[in-house]
Structure formats: C-alpha cells, structure tokens
C-alpha cells in the first residue's frame, strides 16, 4: 500500500526540482532569444501541466483535503486557502504558457513581464508547498491514528509522474539531464561551502 504523506511529500520535493530549472533558465533572461532557453521553459511549465496540476493538485482536492477535513476541522481555514491558492496557481500556469507563446515571437518586448511572472509564480507555489507540508502533512500525521492514516492511503493510490516515475516520457527526457546537472552542480556548491 503507498504511503499517500511520503507520496504527496515526494511529489512535493519533485516540483521543487522543476522550479529550481524554471527559475535558473527563465529568472534571469538574456537580452538576445534563445531557442534552447524556450525549449527547457516549454517542457517544465508543460510537465506542470500535465502531472502537478492533472494529478498532484487535484487528488489533495479529492482526497487528502476531504479527509483532513472530517478528521482535522480545526484545519479548515488552511484548507481554504490551500484551495483557492490551486485555483489561482492553474489559472497562472495558463496564462505563463500563454507568455511564452508570445515571448517566442516577441522575445524583447515579453521577456521582462515573463521573468517577473515566472518568478511570482515559483515564490506562490514554494510557499504553498511549505504551508502544506507544515500546516497539514505535518500534524496529520502526528495526530491520526494508524487506522485513519491507513484509509487515506488505501484512497490514495499511485499516480504515474512523466518525469520522476519508473518510466521516462521520452519527450522529458532534455528536461531529466537539466534537473541531474543542477542538483549535481547545487551539491558540489553546498560541499564547498
Ligand atoms: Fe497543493
Ligand atoms: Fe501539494
């Protein structure tokens, strides 16, 4: 049976990873297009696409947020919140695609707007992943009992994940070796320091 608070965790540290790459490729632009840049930009924000918000988000909406809810109604408020930040995260990441459709054929005169959107939107679900983590994996699971812990993990199930599942999407597969050589070079900067 999965353990649907590591999953969610996991899924949680995996987005983290995508971010990283949003951030480190689009944060800071150069002056002059580049169609590699794009390329690294289209795959992440579509990997968000298709896994976090087709599967991640919408099953905590389903199912972890309903069975906190009926266990936990002290964490109602949060839960709210947690709420609308999905609805306002799918309605950013639609309009981010649609940026860098235009940034593709106007690079100088989009290229600022999009930096300071994709930023914005990075720091929104950073911040959204760590109240999850810290205001509702974290006291569910100090708080539940096995039996309720069991049944969440029962509902839970497994997701396939296109990028970090058993089986690579061939078209992520540019996108693998930007995150690998990232967390490569982050890991010799944290040795160093
Ligand atoms: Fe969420
Ligand atoms: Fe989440």
């Given at each position: ?62 199912i972890l947020f309903p069975f ?67 205001e509702i994996l974290k006291p ?54």
């Amino acid at each position: 049976m999965v353990d649907a608070i590591e999953l969610i965790h996991q899924d949680h540290l995996n987005l983290d990873k995508v971010l990283s790459v949003l951030l480190e490729v689009g944060g800071n632009l150069p002056e002059k297009k580049s169609t590699s840049k794009l390329t690294v930009l289209r795959d992440a924000l579509y990997y968000i696409e298709v896994f976090p918000e087709r599967f991640h988000h919408p099953k905590e909406e389903s199912i972890l947020f309903p069975f906190v809810r009926k266990h936990r109604p002290d964490l109602g408020q949060i839960l709210d919140e947690l709420h609308q930040q999905h609805e306002d995260g799918s309605k950013v990441i639609g309009a981010l695609a649609a940026r860098l459709k235009d940034l593709e054929n106007d690079w100088t005169s989009n290229r600022v707007a999009f930096e300071s959107e994709l930023q914005a939107y990075i720091e929104a679900q950073r911040q959204h992943m760590s109240l999850e983590e810290r205001e509702i994996l974290k006291p569910i699971k100090q708080s539940l009992s096995r039996i309720d812990i069991k049944s969440i993990n029962s509902a839970y199930g497994v997701s396939v994940d296109p990028l970090f599942g058993d089986n690579l999407s061939t078209g992520f597969n540019a996108l693998l070796n930007r995150i690998t050589r990232l967390g490569e070079r982050e890991s010799v900067t944290n040795k160093s320091t």
